[in-house]
């Protein structure tokens, strides 16, 4: 099972635990960042720590354990046997320990967690060349969803849903009928040679994938709009993507059972791939470079 860290140590991850009276275990406080490895090297990890720093700054709780884990990622992916291929590291962070009710008291110690595991990148590779579906969640867009926290449970029962329906993915809408992003993913459209993306006011999280696209996009010539979108803006776009950390970025080519564009994988969204795949080329040059 390997290894995992857990508030400053290496353990065994079958022996991995946190306190029954953690607050992230009872009541979801706190936060946790998602992020890809490539042969060991984890992609814009400083962006990923910066995010999980300000919305730990946000909700109050102490960024002091975050202290070095640069170092401890890159050991437990070597502990890990994770240096080759594709991988996910998770860094969680919660309030800590605390018995006395929901209401936090004091200052309390938090807890930090470390786990990583191998990725099917030939999976990946299918999704990022065939396209998926999506769905229009049926449950309400997360609260509080500037912030990557571990209130998921929104997230979990709009994806149930997808599942059900034999989609990939879930998009969640607000009251007021405006398109704001899916259970992990952030959602772009292409109309008329222009990327339109919903804008973090719209209430979603701003992913680092989203910004890394946009600014890949935009240094290419192509123009990166932030707009409000509706469901209607998705139907009748020319194509459309989905990102994050994980799937990269991803065709999304129906909704329900109405495709969008032509119904396969569009021309921009092949761009915007391989751009993508152009700055994980430059990772890995980097990496070879540093080696000894």
């Known amino acids: 099972m390997g290894y995992a860290y857990v508030n400053g ?29 490539y042969d ?31 170092r401890a990622a890159a050991e437990l992916m070597e502990r890990n046997g994770l240096v080759r291929g594709e991988a996910r590291l998770r860094v969680t962070l919660t309030r800590g320990v605390f018995d006395g009710g929901h209401g936090p008291v004091g200052r309390t110690r938090p807890t930090v967690v470390l786990t990583a595991g ?17 769905v229009l969640a049926s449950v309400p867009a997360p609260p509080l969803a500037a ?3 571990l209130n998921y449970l929104p997230c979990v029962m709009a994806k149930a849903g997808a599942r059900r329906a034999g989609a990939f993915e879930a998009l969640f809408t607000t009251a007021d009928g405006r398109l704001t992003e899916g259970t992990s993913t952030n959602l ?11 804008p973090p006011e719209s209430g979603l999280l ?10 890949m996009a935009g240094e290419a010539g192509i123009s990166v709009v932030e707009a409000d979108l509706r469901s209607r803006d998705l139907y009748e776009a020319d194509e459309a993507m989905l990102t994050n950390s994980i799937i990269e970025v991803v065709p999304l080519v129906a909704v329900g059972d109405r495709p969008i564009g032509t119904g ?7 761009l915007v791939q391989s751009l ?13 470079a540093a080696a000894p």
């Open 118 to 134: 191998a990725l099917d990148d030939g999976a990946l590779s299918r999704l990022r060349r065939r396209g998926v579906r999506a």
């Open 264 to 270: 396969a994988p569009g021309d921009l969204t092949r």
């Open 188 to 198: 772009f459209i292409a109309r008329d040679g222009t990327l339109l993306t919903p």
């Open 147 to 149: 912030f990557k926290t």
């Open 276 to 288: 993508y795949s152009a700055a994980l080329s430059r990772l890995a040059s980097r990496r070879r």
């Open 9 to 37: 140590e290496m353990v065994p991850a079958e022996k991995a635990a946190v306190s029954v009276f953690d607050r992230g275990f009872l009541y979801g406080d706190g936060l946790f960042e998602t992020m890809k490895a």
């Open 40 to 70: 060991g090297r984890v992609f814009l990890f400083r962006e990923h720590m910066e995010r999980l720093r300000r919305g730990a700054v946000a909700l109050g709780i102490s960024t002091s354990p975050l202290k070095g884990l640069r």
């Open 206 to 215: 701003p992913g680092i994938t989203r910004r890394a696209v946009m600014e």
